[in-house]
């Protein structure tokens, strides 16, 4: 046998090929090229003007954003996320990876390249579970970014376990009528509709209780009683929303009534990915970042970069990074193949519950290395390292997502009843190696 025979045997065996290349093409190189320069130099300084990129009502906003907007069309990168029917490319899920990569470091990224949360994960469950007058009344408008949207579900009462939500919703003639208070709807000042889910069916199921409504939010009952900020925002847009007898037509209710658990964990997967897609994107420019301070920062005779202490630091973030984003891209060559969120739940779980450490060591690491400088108002780290704590609480605390890992992964074990001493103790392998062949009582003993 020669050494290719050899060599392409070993791969079968261990499953390598394409499906292993790390490689970009590079014709989609050229396109995350251009992404990267259009956001470095028009995009990014958008973030420094005082405007908020979902303040779709603003005329200044629009002069700035609308025409770099269409320059992303002409490009075909518009709406990345989406599939050709709703006017994206279709480009999946690994291709985004690297696109929400690029985004991730600029706050105006992704409302500029039409593929911006909350806005994607709600088009995506009007495209799926919507009639077509709602694609047309909401859908429409909101993937050419004319409207922005919220999402209302979290109750102040608490928002990791959805089966406490009391906002409950009744049929009152053709119309249903919304009763309740939601928090922390990330939007709801700015959004022209929002996506609330409220009780329907309270004698039903636990997860089949709530319904989904759209609500646009000029309807009469729909008060934002305060736009929170997380600490550090000036001008805060996570809504604290009160319904007093919001009636909104029958045909306003989004997919099944008592669907809403499962359309809101289709909407959330989704969601999850593409911020951790996004945060990788946020990791690398703390470790450029921390990269160039350790370099140029001067020391006795050198840089603090001579200092084995830093170097650990630096080698940390790489090497926590690497292992992150492979994870996500691993994750979303998941979702491409099996095209369903629910065959990826135990992964997109894991990087879920990954993603606010990796960010925040990094971040912490970052602002260490800058010194004073580094916990200053005038270096964005502190809000880096806010954002990692938001990454940990935002679409469900990470043990909640430990847990789903967990149980997901122990599934496979489910028939296992070992005996005290299980099979794979070191006396059970060597009696049966022994039964195997001949002992050779010095050997098998030094192996192990
Ligand atoms: C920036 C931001 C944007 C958000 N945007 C939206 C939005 O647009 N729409 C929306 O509806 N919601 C939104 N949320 C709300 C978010 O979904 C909730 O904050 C989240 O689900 C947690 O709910 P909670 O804040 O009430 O915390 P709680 O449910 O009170 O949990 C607090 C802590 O208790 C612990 N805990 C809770 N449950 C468990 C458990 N099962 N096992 C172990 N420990 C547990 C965890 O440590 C958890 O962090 C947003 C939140 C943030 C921070």
Redesign the pocket.
């Known amino acids: 046998m020669d050494d290719s025979t050899s060599l392409q045997k070993a791969a079968k065996w261990e499953g390598l090929g394409v499906a292993w290349d790390f490689e970009t093409d590079p014709e989609f190189q050229a396109k995350l090229d251009w992404m990267d320069d259009f956001v470095r130099a028009k995009v990014e300084p958008l973030g420094m003007l005082g405007i908020h990129p979902y303040d779709v009502k603003n005329p200044r906003r629009n002069e700035l954003v609308r025409p770099l907007q269409e320059e992303v069309r002409a490009k075909g990168l518009w709406a990345c996320h989406l599939g050709p029917e709703l006017g994206g490319q279709g480009f999946g899920q690994v291709k985004l990876g690297l696109m929400n990569e690029i985004l991730g470091g600029a706050s105006f990224a992704p409302i500029v390249f039409g593929c911006q949360a909350?806005d994607t994960g709600n088009a995506e469950i009007i495209a799926h579970y919507g009639t077509p007058e709602q694609k047309e009344r909401y859908l429409q408008p909101l993937l050419a970014n004319q409207i922005v949207s919220?999402?209302?579900?979290?109750e102040p009462q608490?928002?990791?376990?959805p089966t406490n939500f009391i906002t409950h919703a009744e049929l009152d003639g053709n119309h249903w009528k919304i009763n309740g208070e939601?928090?922390?709807?990330?939007n709801g000042k700015w959004a022209d509709f929002l996506i609330v889910m409220a009780v329907t069916d309270p004698d039903a199921p636990r997860h089949e209780r709530m319904s989904m409504f759209i609500v646009p939010v000029d309807t009469p009952g729909v008060d934002i009683l305060r736009n929170v900020g997380?600490y550090g925002q000036e001008n805060g847009s996570?809504s604290y929303i009160r319904y007093t007898d919001v009636r909104v037509p029958a045909d306003h209710l989004l997919g099944e009534q008592g669907g809403a658990f499962a359309i809101s964990q289709t909407r959330l997967g989704g969601g999850r990915v593409h911020h951790a897609m996004r945060t990788v994107g946020n990791c690398r420019r703390l470790l450029d970042a921390m990269s160039r301070r350790a370099v140029s920062r001067k020391t006795r005779t050198g840089t603090i970069a001579d200092y084995q202490a830093v170097q650990m630091q630096i080698a940390d973030s790489y090497i926590e990074l690497e292992q992150f984003k492979l994870f996500v891209l691993k994750t979303a060559w998941k979702i491409d193949k099996h095209q369903n969120y629910r065959k990826v739940r135990k992964d997109i779980a894991a990087i879920k519950a990954l993603m606010p450490k990796v960010y925040h060591d990094i971040a912490h690491r970052c602002i260490h290395i800058h010194g004073s400088l580094g916990v200053s108002n005038e270096m964005p780290f502190v809000g880096s390292l806010i954002g990692s704590m938001?990454m940990g609480?935002?679409?469900?605390?990470t043990?909640?997502h430990k847990?789903t890992v967990a149980k997901q992964h122990l599934r496979q074990y489910r028939d296992v009843a070992d005996p005290m001493f299980p099979d794979y103790s070191l006396l059970d392998r060597r009696a049966r190696a022994r039964e195997m062949y001949d002992p050779v009582e010095e050997i098998v003993e030094a192996a192990e």
């Open positions: 909350p919220a999402f209302s579900m979290t608490g928002g990791s376990d939601k928090w922390f709807s990330t997380v996570e938001v609480i935002a679409d469900g605390p043990e909640v847990v």
